[in-house]
């Protein structure tokens, strides 16, 4: 069974830079698209980023679309979330999420199938 883990959240001032790190175990990430996500207090969970499990198709939410970039190393196991000119509006706990499909088009939650625990992620001055 596929499970994930986040890394790499943090505290972090306006305009500064993050990296999240999604560390795969159980199965090759090859097969999965992966999706990251977050979730503020109070608000519901959104699809932030995901990229295709293997010609590297990829989709971002207008939120953070020219400042996020998502990417995947397979031969690692790995996915990244690289966060750059972070906004107090970004603080949220972020998740990673793998599925078997993926369209282009907005990233829902209801079409990815494992999820990690998630990691903090606080913009602030």
């Known amino acids: 069974q596929l499970q994930l883990v986040e890394s790499g959240g943090g505290l972090v001032q306006p305009g500064g830079s993050l990296r999240l790190t999604c560390a795969a175990s159980g199965s090759r990430l090859d097969y999965y698209a992966i999706g990251w996500f977050r979730q503020a207090p109070g608000k519901e969970r959104e699809g932030v980023s995901s990229i295709s499990s293997g010609r590297g198709g990829t989709n971002y939410a207008d939120s953070v679309q020219g400042r996020f970039t998502i990417s995947k190393d397979n031969a690692k196991n790995t996915a990244y979330l690289q966060m750059n000119n972070l906004k107090p509006e970004d603080t949220a706990n972020y998740y990673c999420?793998?599925?078997?499909?993926?369209?282009?088009?907005?990233?829902?939650?209801?079409?990815?199938?494992?999820w990690g625990q998630g990691t903090q992620v606080t913009v602030s001055s």
């Open positions: 999420a793998a599925s078997p499909f993926w369209r282009k088009g907005p990233v829902l939650a209801t079409e990815f199938e494992y």
